[in-house]
T-cell receptor, first 114, second 115 residues
Framework: DGGITQSPKYLFRKEGQNVTLSCEQNLNHDAMYWYRQDPGQGLRLIYYSQIVNDFQKGDIAEGYSVSREKKESFPLTVTSAQKNPTAFYLC?????????????FGPGTRLLVL | KNQVEQSPQSLIILEGKNCTLQCNYTVSPFSNLRWYKQDTGRGPVSLTIMTFSENTKSNGRYTATLDADTKQSSLHITASQLSDSASYICVVSANSGGGADGLTFGKGTHLIIQP
């Protein structure tokens, strides 16, 4: 069963704590993305990666970090520097050229601050 | 600045009725326009993608139109079903510029189908 999985579904963060969101895909896609979704807002790009061991900052990268050590995996770490982390986080992937190809989204992780 | 505006912000219709959602954009140079459906608490799923030369594309009961001259798109839903209750997001891709990944997302239209 091909697709994108994200875990956990819900994540709670204490103040000053770093947390990592998992994103795995078995679609053999080269490109992967992380978006943040807030109520009443469009999706905003955090980071994206077009190939293994390479990634670029999106529009709101401050307070976040990523790695792309394997083609299938693109974890996102929300650091303590991100002062307003409460949001719905979506991971996506596409075959190649992000401007031309359809993105496939995971089910999302909802991050809440305690 | 590239922008995508969707209207209405929210819409409530009775099951079985038709409805039309609007998307106006200022993205340039235009590459393609996509409509996604996002169920509550889930990731978006692609419905249609249209390039400059396409003015209509259908996916079952969903029909998207594109007028590249006026920079407007619409998504028409025929014979609505309860499962159509979701947010519908318009996404426009630029050949250059735009967001870091070349995509500009609308805020979505929240559609509720009542029995």
């Amino acid at each position: 069963d091909g697709g994108i999985t994200q875990s956990p579904k819900y994540l709670f963060r204490k103040e000053g704590q770093n947390v990592t969101l998992s994103c795995e895909q078995n679609l053999n896609h080269d490109a992967m993305y992380w978006y943040r979704q807030d109520p009443g807002q469009g999706l905003r790009l955090i980071y994206y990666s077009q190939i293994v061991n390479d990634f670029q900052k999106g529009d709101i990268a401050e307070g976040y970090s990523v790695s792309r050590e394997k083609k299938e995996s693109f974890p996102l770490t929300v650091t303590s520097a991100q002062k307003n982390p409460t949001a719905f986080y979506l991971c996506a992937s596409s075959i190649g050229n992000r401007r031309q190809e359809t993105q496939y989204f995971g089910p999302g992780t909802r991050l809440l601050v305690l | 600045k590239n922008q995508v505006e969707q209207s209405p912000q929210s819409l409530i219709i009775l099951e079985g009725k038709n409805c039309t959602l609007q998307c106006n954009y200022t993205v340039s140079p235009f590459s393609n326009l996509r409509w996604y459906k996002q169920d509550t608490g889930r990731g978006p799923v692609s419905l249609t993608i249209m390039t400059f030369s396409e003015n209509t594309k259908s996916n079952g009961r969903y029909t998207a139109t594109l007028d590249a001259d006026t920079k407007q798109s619409s998504l028409h839903i025929t014979a609505s079903q309860l499962s159509d209750s979701a947010s519908y997001i318009c996404v426009v891709s630029a050949n250059s510029g735009g967001g870091a990944d070349g995509l500009t997302f609308g805020k979505g239209t929240h559609l509720i189908i009542q029995p």
